[in-house]
């Protein structure tokens, strides 16, 4: 059997029978890149001790279209948005598995780039690969590659994040600018250009995620302002804790060149999804602590306090304008992005 | 916002927006299906403690076609399969996270019966679903759903299978018929009717490994031949141990009605995936004892020896026919079915 041809193959049905064709991708492209002693094994499973502590479990599939965009590709971003997830709960993300959907016909080239765009990001994240799943469907039944990531890792003892701890008086703070991930991807896919300028801000967070528990364990809950943006993610916060939420718009840091994007688009970057930014609620007393342990970090250089929780039976997220009005911040009820993680 | 139509709806591509048309999606009925004390915290990670002992992850993408079949579906398919997986090394299977890929079109109706058959399965098997994502694709970039699961577990200490343990004159034995699963659905998708005869065999074993566990620690290794069959499940774990395998045809069981429509199919059932079947190897003096844990369980009441593990250096697996004569069980090479799980 001659060797998988990287350079002008594609994917063809029989890479997902379970039979020599699949192991052979499965050799020559999976398990070299992601290689690690877990891979090396060869099991349909990973075995692995896990610290002590409380273990928390996150999946997240990826759909993205375009698979390639300026800061990453579907690869790094299965690692980085699982990885987030997981580091939202305040936990040490330990291991990912990976699920592979591919379309018959994708080529291989794109494949291996992919991979090992993931494989790279597992690597600098620290995070390994221990466990897959190739699939393969037919021509028009896919679309080139999905892939579904889980990751696993342990809140240390003595923490306990959730969506639900806000209380009124609790400041909020964000991690940076937001809207840079889905302008990009937006301005790609219309052939824009606005990329040229901007890219994604695909990013594992849990290092930052590290360095502000040290300084302050008294955080109450962290989320990612993915998919429906900050906007969104701020009204579940506030719906879980049965709270409102009262923003201050000229705290929330846009970059010039997604803000220029956004007007052209007619889209508000409170929805636009972010891969690599972080929401944190905390006591009033502590917030100080916590934007100079985030401004502290490279992740973090441009946090910022963005409002304040406080009491509303109807858990309505408001925010004062730079004139002196203040906006309701809805839920998104359209659709804004499709595809965009 | 009136509530989601589960009779007449389908899926939109603002379902996987994150926004409120997904959140009513997963209010109305992920979250309604699958209900438990993880999922109703509505973060985006699931935090539990672990027994004690090594943890064991696995994940499988699930793009069976077509979606219901006799039997099952691609829901509790998709819970048998990563449980199954978790349990061959020998673990108690915890918990499952489940990411969705859903064809934008897709009818609410079948959504909800797939979710609610998987409910079903992860309540039957005692392991819940406490963490998913859910996305959407456009309209002929997908297949109606595709189902990613990944399961953890926890391995007894002192417990270590892996599909390298196998040593020269070790039995192999075989929990039943084979062939039952993919027949179905090749017979389904071509519309012969074998399957009024037939069902999928998909099953969790893990009460079953557990009862063999309990009965024989010494087992070596446990694996559950699915895609490529038995027979390339065999090769698998001949290459991994470095040895080869003599196996006796007439001990491996096959239902008439398979073993009919394979012939009329042009199938070999060794190459034929299964759903609800494990292969154990264990040292021979306790492969008697082994047998009868085996066939004392409804899962296991078929359960042969069907052949003994051999020092080979080309690592071949190798079978005596009914006649007295010998064959090569071969890698399968082509494809034989494509979609089977």
Known sequence: MSRLDLRNGSVEMVHGSGGRAMGQLIEELFARALRNEWLDQRNDQ???????????????????????????????????GTINDVAMA??????????????????????????????????????????????????????????????????????????DQARPGDRILLSGS????GVTI?????????????????????????????????????????????????NELARQSGVGMQLVERAIPVREPVRAACEFLGLDPLYVANEGKLI??????????????????????????????????????QMETPFGGSRMVDWLSGEQLPRIC
């Open 46 to 80: 990973a075995q692995f001790e896990l610290p002590p502590g409380r273990v928390v479990m996150a999946t997240d599939s990826h759909v993205i279209s375009p698979l390639f965009f300026p800061g990453g590709d579907i690869g790094s971003l299965a690692v980085h």
């Open 90 to 163: 305040g936990a040490r993300p330990c291991y990912l598995a990976a699920g592979f959907i591919l379309e018959e016909g994708f080529p291989l080239a794109d494949l291996a780039r992919i991979v090992e765009s993931m494989a790279a990001a597992a690597r600098e994240a620290g995070v390994p690969v221990v466990t897959g799943d190739t699939k393969v469907v037919e021509h028009g039944k896919g679309d080139g590659v999905f892939i579904t990531t889980t990751g696993v890792g342990v809140v240390p003892p003595g923490l306990h994040l959730s969506g």
């Open 186 to 234: 937006l301005s790609l896919r219309e052939g824009l250009g606005f990329e040229a300028d901007i890219g994604s801000d695909s990013q594992a967070l849990h290092g930052l995620v590290a360095a502000m528990l040290a300084a302050v364990p008294e955080i109450r809950c962290l989320r990612d302002p993915t998919r429906g943006g900050l906007g969104n993610t701020l």
């Open 178 to 181: 937001i809207g840079d991930h």
């Open 280 to 317: 944190a609620i905390c006591p009033a007393e502590r917030a100080e602590r916590l934007l100079e342990a985030m401004r502290a970090h490279p992740q973090g250089r441009e946090a910022a306090i963005i409002g304040t929780v406080v009491a509303d039976e109807h858990r309505f997220v």
